[in-house]
């Protein structure tokens, strides 16, 4: 069933401890099943990315947008005869290391840990499914295929590559990754981009007007207009929002079938030797979509409603940082214990990656109420 170029079971590099084949299911959907079991994937319901948890139900969260990431490398994977239980085990991980507050969250802490090796989101999402979930007996972490754990570390800074073994050399050898993860990787940009015009939409921080100036929505506005003369209210945008995801898949289904043609890949190991990405909008579709993140930068994520939201998420997460730092015993038992074993191991660094790791699990919601119980004299 599957193309030359996919990956399969049978050519997988394999898992870090050595397991027998699941019985009546693939080894990608064994990932993908521990990645749902797992205690971050639920902890994503309370983590957002644009706008904090509790400023509406009506907004996506990050586990509805891994879950649209799914939906649509899923929809590309069948096409072009690649592995979905890849893609979807992938789409369902890639946020799972994801900070509290969203960019900012991860900004914050990545300025905290400056002096101690950094924090990159992908790095981290990779950390949890290694080392930080604790539910199986004979491994820490969830023990994933090489394939799934390649397609979460989407990117990763070289001085950070050396240390990450064979996981690593694609970076250091500017190789690609399987074709599955690099349509995860463009599945995640096409959702994010749609929901966020659709949640800030909602919002009230854009309006139609203002996103007619793009070209990618302002044609898909003009031809639901044309057909649906007497739409209005809230149904015109999502005829419009749909419109745009599936304008963007076709495109991106077509130009990648184009590509392989051209570059007849044989096997994974083709793909990953190429010198470039073979999963890939047109250009005039990469201008389109360039055009949308621009504009979303510029009118969404730097409205004044959204930083002031931005600016406190900052200031919380460096107060923790700060806090848990100076007084390890203000830490709860089991990230304290983190704490001293870290420090055994590589001393400040070490001790500033365990608060790292905790502050990072934490969902928007527990990090304000972290917050309140450290700094509120009347909140224990
Ligand atoms: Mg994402």
């Known amino acids: 069933m599957l193309a030359p170029y996919a990956v399969s079971d049978a050519e997988s590099r394999g898992r870090r401890y050595p397991e027998s084949s699941p019985r009546y299911r693939g080894e990608f959907q064994r990932d993908r099943d521990r990645i749902v079991h797992c205690s971050a994937f639920r902890r994503l319901e309370y983590k957002t990315q644009v706008f904090v948890n509790h400023e509406g139900d009506m907004f996506r969260t990050r586990l509805t947008h891994s879950i649209e990431v799914a939906q649509i490398g899923r929809s590309i994977a069948r096409v072009l005869g690649i592995n979905e239980d890849l893609v979807e085990a992938v789409a369902l991980a890639h ?52 394939e799934t754990r390649e397609g979460i570390l989407k990117h990763c800074a070289l001085h950070h590559a050396g240390e990450l073994g064979e996981l690593g050399t694609r970076f250091l050898h500017q190789q690609q990754p399987s074709l599955e993860a690099q349509v995860a990787n463009v599945a995640d940009e096409i959702a994010y981009n749609n929901h966020d015009v659709d949640d800030g939409l909602r919002a009230g921080l854009i309006t139609l007007e203002q996103l007619d100036e793009i070209t990618l929505f302002d044609e898909h ?28 898949v076709v495109d991106l289904v077509e130009t990648s079938q184009a590509r392989l043609a051209e570059y007849d890949p044989v096997d994974v190991s083709a793909v990953r030797a190429c010198s470039g990405p073979l999963i890939g909008f047109s250009d005039g579709m990469k201008e389109k979509s360039l055009q949308l993140k621009r504009f979303l930068r510029k009118n969404m994520y730097r409205h004044y409603r959204v930083h002031r939201m931005t600016a406190k998420a900052r200031r919380i997460i460096h107060a923790l940082f700060d806090e848990f730092m100076n007084d390890p015993a203000l830490l709860p038992d089991e990230a304290r214990i983190n704490l001293w074993e870290g420090e055994q191991e590589g001393g400040s660094s070490g001790r500033a990656r365990a608060v790292a790791d905790y502050i990072a699990g934490m969902t928007d919601r527990f990090a304000i109420a972290e917050y309140e119980r450290l700094f509120n004299p009347h909140i224990t």
């Open 95 to 146: 946020d799972l290391g994801h900070t509290p507050f969203g960019h900012a969250g991860q900004d914050a802490l990545n300025d905290c840990m400056r002096d101690y090796g950094g924090f990159e989101h992908n790095l981290q999402s990779l950390r949890v499914v290694d080392e930080l979930e604790q539910r199986y007996a004979e491994f820490p972490g969830l023990n994933l295929t090489f």
């Open 221 to 248: 506005h003009r031809q639901v207009r044309e057909l649906f003369p007497q739409l209005n209210g809230r149904r015109v945008s999502h005829e419009i929002v749909r419109r745009m995801i599936n304008h963007l």
